[in-house]
């Protein structure tokens, strides 16, 4: 160390002390720092001053054991090479040269925080239900204001739902409400568990949901029936509390009835659908005809919502390959505009049945003007093909079949002089379709 106040001295290390001028200062090596208040000074009667070599029987110079504040050492004391026995302590020590790096302090030890051993202590929850059928929605709500931990933000903890039957919900910070349906009937044991950050855990007090089957009486008049063949669904005893019921027919079709004792629904099963919700209304998917079992399901509805569907039924569906059978009864003579006053004839088919003859009569008067008839059968003029399967053929007269016969009547318009085609046509249940025509000049009334 080189200091500007340093002056000439012998200085001698000593047996670890330090010798400077006449004056002898303890310095131990490695001496435990400690505060100016626990250095120990004596303070000696004897006047002796001596300048020797010895153990220090004089009057004792005050003793320090720690080095100076500034953690480095001081070279030279004093210049002077006596001790005052009034004073008990050295000269200042020499101030180190500016120049000079000062020494670094002494690390910081930081303290260890305390562990967090608060659990959460609150976590309300409200459920929409407490009782619902197999099937309906249990809405689940809780927000963060619901939610309370001593010291901890409610957007930091972990908040997870149990719903009583081995399945669980964790959820986000931003998460108020999420809906559960059970998979089965019982009695479930809702709870929430929130834990904090530190894995303090707190757990609500359980909210039971009571999940029954809803219940009704139903059957159906055909095991067996034919592709597009009529059968009926008798719904004897709805469950209690029920307002509505609807059906599924296994083929994309549900149609939606009011539930009251004694109801009964007459459909079919041919092809499938698909709710089409752009148009508002089912489609037909492909041209493929269903067959084989095809269960009927019922679902319950009340102001909780639907119930899961319900299978009631089943149909085994067999196959129709067969057109059905249809005749015209020729108008006799035909050439008499009053022998095509009423059309008839018969029909038949060996699979799902018949349901329906459909028809129209075209006529041309002698002029070349072209009528045909329509469902409210009114004579319609028409200039093209077009115009005739827009008036008329797609807007037909519908006979209805009884015992296997039908029949309608012609409206006047029909005279001589005109040329005549009746045309009937018919489909079974199965979509097999089958047409006939009949057609003459007339020549007299």
Known sequence: MKSRLLRPAMVALISGAVVAGGAVYAAPASAEPTTPASASTESGTDTDTGTGTGTGTGVDSTESSSPSPSGSTSESPSASPSVSASSASPSPSVTEDEDEEPASPSPSVSSTPAKDTTAPDKADFKLNHTSVWLGQKITFAQTLSDVNDPTDDPATLTRVVNWGDGTTSKLAPSTKSVQKTY????SFKVTVTVTDRAGNRFVTPAKTVAVTTATGTVSISRKTAYQGQLFTINVKKVPAGATRFRIDWSDGWASGHKA???TSITGLILYRYKWDSAQGEYVQVGEGKLSG????KIAWFNAKGYSVNQTVGTVNLLKDPWKPTLTMTKPSPANKASSWRTIRGTVA???AGVRYVYGTILRTTASGKDYCLNGKKQWKRYY???G????????PV?????KGKYSFKVPSGVTKNQGVLAYVWTWDGADNGRTKTRKAWLTRN
Not at 388 to 395: E, F, G, H, I, K
Not at 398 to 402: G, I, P, T
């Open 384 to 386: 093209s093909p077009a």
């Open 183 to 186: 998979g089965r009937k019982g």
């Open 388 to 395: 005739q399967r827009r008036l008329c053929l797609q807007n």
């Open 398 to 402: 519908v006979m209805k079949v009884s």
């Open 293 to 296: 079992k095809r269960p009927i």
């Open 349 to 351: 088919d060996k699979g």
């Open 260 to 262: 009251t004792n004694g």
